[in-house]
């Protein structure tokens, strides 16, 4: 059975920093780019906001998060991070780690797998 579980999420004040994790079991991280994604209290819409390529030599972000997250995977302890920096007010969302087969994130097309998510609070 698939399972992803989201780690790290918590309360920090703005320009503080967390770490976010993600263990995925059922299935190998080898061959799947894996994602973070986040919603906004009272957002409808599930937020892009990083995707790191099956080799690990790909990544991207989303232009509000450029320059402070940095995600990173260890496929040998089926893991991924999102370390994230100089955190903003707005980043104050639920988090959300998924996983699509395939060499990068194709973000037209459904992911996968999702984790239920952990909850990041920045206060100002």
């Known amino acids: 059975q698939v399972q992803l579980v989201e780690s790290g999420g918590g309360l920090v004040q703005a320009g503080g920093s967390l770490r976010l994790s993600c263990a995925a079991s059922?299935?190998?991280?080898?061959?799947?780019?894996l994602g973070w994604f986040r919603q906004a209290p009272g957002k409808e819409e599930r937020e892009w906001v990083s995707?790191?390529?099956?080799?690990?030599?790909?990544?991207r972000y989303a232009d509000s998060v450029k320059g402070r997250f940095t995600i990173s995977r260890d496929n040998a302890k089926n893991t991924w991070n999102l370390e994230m920096n100089s955190l903003k007010s707005e980043d104050t969302a639920v988090y959300y780690c998924?996983?699509?087969?395939?060499?990068?994130?194709?973000?037209?097309?459904?992911?996968?797998?999702w984790g239920k998510g952990t909850l990041v609070t920045v206060s100002s």
């Open positions: 059922g299935f190998t991280l080898d061959y799947y780019a």
């Open positions: 998924a996983a699509q087969y395939g060499n990068m994130c194709r973000f037209g097309d459904a992911m996968d797998y």
């Open positions: 995707c790191i390529g099956s080799s690990g030599g790909s990544t």
